[in-house]
T-cell receptor, first 115, second 115 residues
Framework: GAGVSQSPSNKVTEKGKDVELRCDPI?????LYWYRQSLGQGLEFLIY????????KSGLPSDRFSAERTGGSVSTLTIQRTQQEDSAVYLC???FGRGGQETQYFGPGTRLLVL | AQSVAQPEDQVNVAEGNPLTVKCTYS??????LFWYVQYPNRGLQFLLK????DNLVKGSYGFEAEFNKSQTSFHLKKPSALVSDSALYFC?????????????WGAGTKLIIKP
């Protein structure tokens, strides 16, 4: 597609349920990033993929969070046993490479609300 | 340690007046610098970046930014503001010598353009 797409756009879940968030990067982009943005706040880095590998998972806030990427394309962020503090907008971005000058292009985000 | 500061939480400008959104940074070496804009309920859109060369960088929607190495600043500017420029603006930096893939993000500045 022309840009980064994310699904679902909105997700409402009950505390304790698991959720899966999906990201489709721009075709040909080898690097993929997940961020979290709380209401009106800045970006919190979660995890980065180069190809299917995640060199650094230290940004994930707890072991309830996990992510995978298959085929060097689609990525899924999974949150297990959701808590109310997980409510936020989850943003995905991709870039052509991991070089420092590469521009990250963002999807529209998934707005997660945990009741 | 790398850091980015956006000293103003909010900037108010009358339509037609020039606008400036401030950003200062701290890196050990030379920086790559980025500006993004986020409209309500949307993902982040890339505006412009400084990699090397001319200190004045021109980007989308008539925005420009000037890299000032001595002042470690990368302020975003536009000669004549439009109401449609009202949004959240983020500055980000990466040290060109850093093998870390992460961008360091500012907290964001809310720009309000009044008719």
């Amino acid at each position: 597609g022309a840009g980064v797409s994310q699904s679902p756009s909105n997700k409402v879940t009950e505390k304790g349920k698991d959720v899966e968030l999906r990201c489709d990067p721009i075709s040909g982009h080898t690097a993929l990033y997940w961020y979290r943005q709380s209401l009106g706040q800045g970006l919190e880095f979660l995890i980065y993929f180069q190809g299917n590998s995640a060199p650094d998972k230290s940004g994930l806030p707890s072991d309830r969070f996990s992510a995978e990427r298959t085929g060097g394309s689609v990525s899924t962020l999974t949150i297990q046993r959701t808590q109310q503090e997980d409510s936020a907008v989850y943003l995905c971005a991709s870039s052509f490479g991991r070089g420092g000058q590469e521009t990250q292009y963002f999807g529209p985000g998934t707005r997660l609300l945990v009741l | 340690a790398q850091s980015v500061a956006q000293p103003e939480d909010q900037v108010n400008v009358a339509e037609g007046n020039p606008l400036t959104v401030k950003c200062t940074y701290s890196v050990s070496g030379n920086p790559y610098l980025f500006w993004y804009v986020q409209y309500p309920n949307r993902g982040l859109q890339f505006l412009l970046k400084y990699i090397t060369g001319d200190n004045l960088v021109k980007g989308s929607y008539g925005f420009e930014a000037e890299f000032n190495k001595s002042q470690t600043s990368f302020h975003l500017k536009k000669p004549s503001a439009l109401v449609s420029d009202s949004a959240l603006y983020f500055c980000a930096v990466r040290d060109i010598r850093d093998s870390n893939y992460q961008l360091i993000w500012g907290a964001g500045t809310k720009l309000i353009i009044k008719p």
